[in-house]
């Protein structure tokens, strides 16, 4: 088979659609909320990137690091430095580390990486350190961030690299942490530091060329029937191996370990007995290689079982699709505690293959903690494991079923800047609900506020955060309602909810934000509070504003026309979701050869006193297959006299004036015959014409930019030709009319 064949073979069966169709409409985002000054932002000259943080409510801190320092910033308002530490490579070590190859400016400096909490004052951090890490203990007290100095071999605790994708946690005193522990980033671990040190073997069964993403723990041992332990999982990605494929795969995986694993007694010393690994699935609707997860958030319960793990992918191939996939903890649980094992076989070729095994598994279970059953043994601990249990898991680490997401697909796909970081806040609305809001980092600066209704994706809005394209490094949430985000470039700071962005009833239902709700009492789009439940509307799932009060009629405003020129009557939609339609005198209007319909609004070409009545501009928003309709402006058009037509009427005046002065002194004659050769007098009026088409060469305007926030309505290119006349291309999309003649003002007349 050749290798096409094989990739097609393999994206048929592998990947295959996801069942239903997807909702690309509600992909785009409701609301574009550009870049604005009123964020709160921090950076520091010449400190590079922000990428670890650590909140500490406890503190009222909001702790960054960045390249070789640390910040304590108010976590009320980041742009406010309460503290900072700097921790600066020695000469001495930069040295060393141009020698080994790597450049002096940009690796060999110390990137934060490592930010935990010990206790009420003091945190954990480790830094890259010129290719040589090192940890050390960070105090905050009496408004001082300090450094104890009490520095620490940080190999396997924070990678060499500072560009190497790592993840750690903090449990108890204990740090799992999960990097390569070499220069060469060609040894990763899974390393948990603490006075019983397990690792993982170095087996590219057990890890193959990883990119750690994501660590937690989940207290499984709360009112656990089984008496099961605690357990930490890790998401990373890794080069499969047990796929036959021309070249290298990369398929992403959820590992886990227990929290009371203390190695073999004679196999796996000092290694875990308890690390299990699965693929993770969350195919998009496109026939495709696997998806490679980027990040991971777990949304805690206080039901251990009904947390989950939201968790964003993107593509391996050139596509531009990202997508959020989410899997409960109780899933994961159940492919490692009752799923089968996969194990190597030897074909003819030497070739190891990796197949289901389907002989009989060791009592206790392979990979379990210890619990209940392992207890009715006589084992208390895994160093009381038997060999062959542990030769068992140390040769199939590897699950045979893949874990699949929560709801058979995954919850948001979107086309675009693909995504790179995200976070999730659990809302609780006016019906009683709660619901799962993602906040997700792009690559270009932008966050998307998502939420998934009962299988339908819809994304209230985006928001900008920097003025130039940054890639978001890294997310955090805080419980006062606020997001901080970092970058390469600097940390912003935002709410999780932003009311008072919508200013009608209908825009703010609509906006289907679980945050906001329309307060009756005040006439405001307003954060939900429990107290106010009965005086507010808001309508997640269905978008119904039928409780909306009517809204008052809408005043017109005055335009005035001039005949022969273009008049641009403007109306801009509050919702990307919304088509725009016209009216004139209630009947709709459509692009042709007298109306020109654009994003921003509408151009009458070559106007006349036909045109002048009411204009009203409507917007049209579609929930659920609903229509909602909702008059943005309404304009009154009429005709102006213009001081054209009193000029002509003065000079007209003058002439017979000068006619009959002739007359009456007998040389109109004389008069006449000296100019009859000297050409014909020019007409005044072009002098006179205030505005004017000056188009006099035939040229088309083509398509607009893609713009940020893309409106979806159709309208017409327009060729403009030296005769007046206009021509349209149907099926275009318009944003703009710049370089048209249209009046715009009335002081233009």
Not at 16 to 28: A, D, K, Q, R, V
Not at 72 to 99: F, H, M, P
Request: proline share 5%.
């Amino acid at each position: 088979m050749s290798p096409l064949s094989a990739l097609g073979v393999f994206c048929g069966l592998f990947l295959p659609m996801c069942l239903g169709e997807y909702n690309t409409h509600s992909c785009i985002p409701r609301k574009s909320v550009l870049y604005q000054d009123n964020l709160k932002l921090f950076r520091e000259e010449g400190i590079w990137n922000y990428s670890t943080m650590l909140v500490r409510e406890d503190l009222g801190l909001l702790l960054l690091g960045a390249r070789e320092a640390v910040y304590a910033l108010d976590i009320n308002d980041i742009s406010i430095k309460k503290s900072g530490v700097y921790w600066r490579v020695t000469e001495e070590k930069q040295r060393e580390c141009t020698y080994k190859g790597k450049h002096a400016e940009i690796e060999c400096r110390n990137y934060i990486r490592t930010l935990h909490k010990v206790d009420d004052s003091t945190m954990y951090v480790c830094g890259t350190n010129a290719f040589s890490p090192t940890c050390d203990y960070m105090t905050y007290s009496e408004g001082q961030l300090r450094l104890e100095e009490v520095q620490e071999e940080g190999k396997g605790k924070c990678p060499f690299d500072p560009f190497q994708k790592y993840s750690s946690i903090m449990v108890g005193n204990d740090l799992y942490s999960a990097t390569s522990i070499n220069f060469l980033g060609s040894e990763p671990v899974v390393l948990r530091s603490s006075s019983s040190v397990l690792r993982t073997e170095f087996k590219s069964s057990w890890l193959n060329e990883p990119n750690f993403v994501y660590m937690d723990l989940v207290p499984e041992s709360n009112n656990n029937p089984e008496g099961d332990d605690d357990k930490v999982y890790l998401f990373f990605s890794e080069n499969a191996m047990e796929y036959d494929f021309y070249n290298k795969l990369t398929v992403s995986r959820v590992a886990r370990v227990c929290k009371g694993d203390m190695g073999g007694q004679r196999t796996l010393q000092r290694k875990w007995t308890s690390f299990l690994k699965a693929r993770l699935d969350c195919s998009l609707p496109e026939p495709s290689l696997p998806s490679i997860v980027q990040d991971v958030f777990l949304l805690k319960n206080d039901d251990w079982r009904k947390s989950v793990f939201y968790a964003v992918f993107t593509p391996q191939s050139s596509s531009d699709m990202s997508a959020v996939c989410a899997y409960s903890v109780s899933a994961i649980g159940d492919v490692f505690d009752k799923g089968k094992f996969k194990t190597p076989v030897t074909v003819e070729t030497s070739h190891v293959k990796w197949v289901m095994y389907s002989g009989e598994v060791p009592t206790p279970r392979p990979g379990a903690c210890i619990n209940n059953a392992a207890r009715a043994l006589g084992m208390e601990r895994s160093l009381d494991l038997p060999d062959k249990t542990l030769q068992f898991i140390r040769d199939r680490p590897l699950m045979d079923e893949a874990v699949h997401p929560l709801t058979g697909r995954p919850l948001l796909v979107k086309r675009g800047d693909l995504f790179t970081r995200l976070v999730v806040d659990s809302v609780l609305a006016l019906d009683g609900e709660r619901y799962a809001v993602m906040f997700i980092g792009t690559e270009n600066g932008y966050v998307q506020k998502a939420v998934n209704y009962a299988g339908e994706m819809f994304i209230i809005e985006e928001i900008q955060l920097y003025q130039t394209p940054e890639a978001i490094r890294t997310l955090s949430l805080s419980s006062t309602g606020q997001l901080y985000a970092g970058s390469e470039y600097g940390a912003v700071q935002m709410p999780l909810s932003e009311c008072g962005r919508y200013q009608s009833c209908l825009d703010c239902v609509l906006a289907r934000d679980p945050y906001c709700g329309w307060d009756l009492s005040t006439g405001l789009c307003s954060a939900v509070a429990i107290f106010f439940f009965r005086n507010m509307i808001q309508s997640l799932k269905d978008g119904d504003v039928s409780q909306c009060p009517k809204s008052e009629t809408m005043k017109p405003e005055k335009y005035t026309l001039v005949p022969g020129n273009n008049v641009k009557l403007p109306c801009q939609p509050d919702s990307n979701l919304a088509q725009v339609q016209w009216l004139f005198s209630g009947q709709l209007l459509l692009s042709d050869t007298k109306y020109y319909i654009y994003n921003g609004g509408i151009l009458i070409l070559n106007a006349s006193s036909a045109d002048t009545g009411q204009y009203t501009c409507e917007s049209v928003e579609q929930v659920n297959s609903r229509p909602y309709t909702r008059t943005m402006a309404v304009m009154e058009v009429t005709e102006k006299v213009v001081g054209l037509q009193v000029v002509l009427a003065l000079l007209s005046l003058m002439l017979v004036g000068l006619v009959a002065w002739n007359l009456y002194k007998g040389c109109f004659r004389n008069i006449f015959s000296e100019n009859s050769g000297a050409g014909q007098v020019k007409r005044p009026s072009d002098d006179y014409t205030q505005i004017q088409n000056n188009i006099t060469s035939e040229f088309k305007l083509l398509g607009p930019t893609p713009s940020h926030s893309a409106n979806r309505n159709q309208h017409a290119i327009i060729a403009f030709k030296g005769n007046g006349e206009h021509h349209f291309s149907p099926g275009s999309n318009m944003s703009t009319v710049d370089g048209l003649g249209y009046i715009d003002d009335e002081s233009e007349i």
